[in-house]
């Protein structure tokens, strides 16, 4: 895990909002890497201004908070989450699907202990969606399916206390990452079929929270091992961890590749003031680099490209605290993307993020003033009016 600011003598009614908010941090504000079947090479027309074309929510009950968002066309996105949030025994995880005209829960079949917080979605195929999170059965919760439903998949090989915080999928093949004992953990599978065989593996210390695969034998998972980012690099041999700039107090916490040359990962860097700051860092084909957005103390949760060297990064502002907030990357020049402003008293984070289709997508959950959660959805692009707008 990360590491926090520790507080001592507190109340214990304090304390107990001090938990429930770093189980939250925890739980609601990571985002995890996910490949977009859908994702082409860019056509150019994001390459006008973006604005924010309209916030709205998937309807989730009360206490609702989405997490992960993935699609494979601007008609077919999937995003999933939790409901009760402030529950964490009786929390009930969520899938909906946006069908470009509106969401519709799917349910999970046939399951009596039921789905605990949904941390992370990808999309293999219109057919095949994957999402992974924590069962109230103490397991970590993996699910298959389509807007059909979803079915509970059992691996074997998991233990009570293992966690997934990522998962990404391609036709036959899935890997999911986490921790298990304080030490990093992969659950794999080279075929997509009911039955298919899964193999776990250990690595160092440290926990995964997000992973990204862009051929059968090289992708990317990211986390820290408590002091510093971890990254490591899926090769013909297996996974091991790759040299990083030194970065006392940083972590990651989502990646997303473009091609074996270029990739870009997000997360922050703890300061002593108890604050957060931005951290992103980009992979050239030989070396991580860290790269310096223009916010200095903004949480980055996800991350999201156009598959042609533009990304998009999901999180939260403190200095604009009441506005969605997005980060664009042309590869040259940051952009500040902000939602629109609200009157009320609120703090909104985008906990992840997608693009298809010229469709920018931003999936996470408005706080108000009485610590209610409600899940949000933001859309960004061109003006309207202007050619390529996504309006809907």
């Not at 440290?206 to 998972?221: I, N, P, R, T």
């Not at 990962?265 to 108890?274: D, L, N, P, Q, Y």
């Not at 916010?295 to 605290?321: I, M, N």
């Not at 008293?345 to 010229?358: E, F, I, N, P, W």
Request: net charge neutral.
């Amino acid at each position: 895990m990360t590491r926090r600011p520790v507080r001592r003598a507190v109340p214990m009614c304090v304390l107990f909002v001090g938990l429930m908010a770093g189980y939250l941090l925890r739980a609601t504000s990571v985002a995890h890497a996910h490949a977009d079947p859908g994702r082409q090479k860019a056509d150019r027309t994001t390459a006008e201004p973006e604005v924010a074309q309209g916030a709205s929510s998937a309807r989730l009950r009360p206490d609702g908070s989405l997490s992960d968002v993935a699609g494979s066309s601007s008609s077919d996105i999937w995003a999933v989450g939790q409901q009760s949030v402030w529950d964490i025994w009786m929390n009930r995880g969520v899938i909906t699907h946006w069908n470009g005209t509106s969401w519709t829960e799917v349910g999970i079949k046939g399951d009596t202990t039921g789905a605990g917080h949904l941390r992370s979605v990808a999309v293999s195929s219109s057919d095949e969606v994957w999402a992974v999170g924590e069962g109230h059965d103490g397991l970590p919760y993996v699910v298959k399916g389509s807007s059909d439903g979803f079915d509970r998949v059992t691996v074997p090989q998991f233990r009570t206390g293992d966690w997934l915080g990522g998962v990404t999928a391609s036709t036959g093949r899935v890997v999911a990452v986490g921790s298990r004992d304080d030490r990093t953990f992969m659950a794999v599978t080279s075929g997509s079929a009911k039955g298919a065989t899964w193999t776990t593996a250990l690595g160092p210390q440290g926990v995964l929270y997000g992973v990204a695969v862009s051929g059968k034998s090289d992708g990317w998972a990211v986390g820290d091992d408590g002091k510093q980012p971890l990254i490591m690099r899926l090769s013909g041999t297996g996974w091991k961890s790759v040299h990083l700039p030194s970065i006392k107090g940083g972590f990651l916490r989502d990646v997303y590749v473009d091609d074996r040359k270029h990739a870009i990962a997000v997360g922050g860097v703890f300061r002593s003031s108890g604050r957060i700051a931005p951290l992103v860092l980009r992979w050239d084909g030989k070396h991580w680099t860290r790269n310096d957005p223009p916010e200095k103390q903004a949480e980055l949760y996800g991350v999201t490209g156009d598959g042609d060297g533009t990304y998009w990064v999901s999180g939260y502002d403190p200095a604009h605290g009441a506005e969605g907030f997005l980060l664009r990357y042309d590869g040259s020049k940051w952009t500040t993307l902000r939602g629109r402003a609200a009157a009320e008293s609120r703090t909104v984070r985008l906990q992840a993020v997608t693009h298809v289709a010229g469709l920018t997508m931003a999936v996470g959950h408005v706080l108000d003033a009485d610590d209610h959660y409600t899940d949000l959805i933001e859309r960004f692009g061109p003006p309207e009016g202007q050619e390529g707008s996504t309006a809907g």
